[in-house]
């Protein structure tokens, strides 16, 4: 059972070396502009539109009924 600790306090050593002698990776972010989320946006409502219209007709009322009962319409009563 002692070489199993002793290997276990190597390999933690080893892994506390390797973070001091070898440098980490640097990573640069970059966050685009603004602009760029609006036709990304776009582009993402036109092609599930299309993927809507593309639905049988059966099943595209039931896509529409779900789409309106997740809307509030203002008529339930508060609790």
């Known amino acids: 059972m ?7 306090t190597l390999i933690v050593l080893l892994g506390f ?4 002698i070898v440098p980490q ?8 502009e603004r602009s760029n989320w609006v036709p990304k946006i776009q582009g993402e409502m036109k092609q599930l539109q299309r993927l809507t219209q593309d639905l049988p007709a059966s099943l595209e009322v039931e896509v529409r009924r779900l789409w309106k009962d997740f ?3 203002g008529d339930d009563k508060e609790v």
């Open 71 to 73: 809307r509030p319409d």
């Open 25 to 32: 990776p640097k990573a640069f972010i970059s966050w685009p």
């Open 2 to 8: 002692r070489w199993l600790w002793r290997l276990l």
């Open 17 to 20: 070396l390797r973070t001091l």
